[in-house]
């Protein structure tokens, strides 16, 4: 399985102010994921992230909330923007390879917007 | 909306006993997925079946799939305090997409 690292692990923000989370993987993928899960809640796809091209967002999800990047292969960025208390979450990366079905998770970033 | 539903929300037992939690789902199904989240952290995924498969095994977990009833469910044999965790199923309703969509989730107590 991939290995998936996240930068950072967690932060407490100021509202108003955007944060960028990082997701690196070891080995190049296919897919590439982002998931919010709110406090005490199941995870929620925000978007598909495309390499080279503009991600994917589920109803709900704009990119002007949550900007994705994904510049190669093997690294993704979203970046929550404007915040407010109610963007306090974990945010999850996860990846799959194609051909394959298991998706493998990072450790997530836990926010914490004031 | 959530796919699926999982029953129940949460289940406290004692070491050494079986834990089963089930999942119901709502359309049909590419596979259905377990994972496992300790205190908020990183999903641990557990185990895939796919829609064509009844029945799974990996070390003292089972998970069955019954799709005329659209429901899984998870067993977690000889249950250890280690066990403690939340649990996700997540289908995947696309044959290449691989978008999951996840269960409300079951906590799992495992008491020494």
């Known amino acids: 399985s991939a290995v998936i690292s996240q930068k950072p692990s967690r932060d407490i923000c100021q509202r108003g102010t955007s944060l960028t989370i990082q997701c690196q993987v070891d080995?190049?993928?296919?897919?590439m994921f982002w998931y919010r899960q709110q406090p005490g809640q199941s995870l929620t796809l925000i978007a598909t992230?495309?390499?080279?091209?503009?991600?994917?967002?589920e109803s709900g999800f704009v990119i002007d909330k949550f900007p994705i990047s994904r510049p190669n292969l093997t690294f993704s960025t979203l970046t929550v923007s404007n915040m407010s208390p109610e963007d306090s979450s974990i945010y999850l990366c996860?990846?799959?390879?194609?051909?394959?079905?298991?998706?493998?998770f990072g450790p997530g970033t836990r926010l914490t917007v004031l | 909306s959530q796919q699926g539903e999982e029953d129940p929300q949460a289940l406290s037992i004692q070491e050494g006993e079986n834990a089963t939690m089930n999942c119901s789902y709502k359309?049909?199904?590419?596979?259905l997925q377990w994972y496992r989240q300790n205190s908020g952290r990183g999903l641990v995924h557990l185990i895939l079946?796919?829609?064509?498969?009844r029945e799974k095994h990996s070390g003292r977990l089972r998970v069955t799939l019954d799709t005329s009833k659209k429901s899984s469910s998870l067993l977690i044999t000889a249950s250890r305090a280690a066990d403690t965790a939340s649990y996700f199923c997540a289908t995947d309703v696309t044959a290449a997409g691989n978008k999951l969509t996840f269960g409300g989730g079951t906590r799992v107590l495992v008491k020494p």
């Open positions: 080995s190049q993928v296919t897919m």
């Open positions: 079946i796919r829609s064509n498969e």
């Open positions: 996860s990846v799959a390879s194609q051909g394959r079905d298991t998706q493998y």
């Open positions: 992230a495309n390499q080279g091209s503009e991600a994917t967002y």
């Open positions: 359309t049909s199904i590419n596979n």
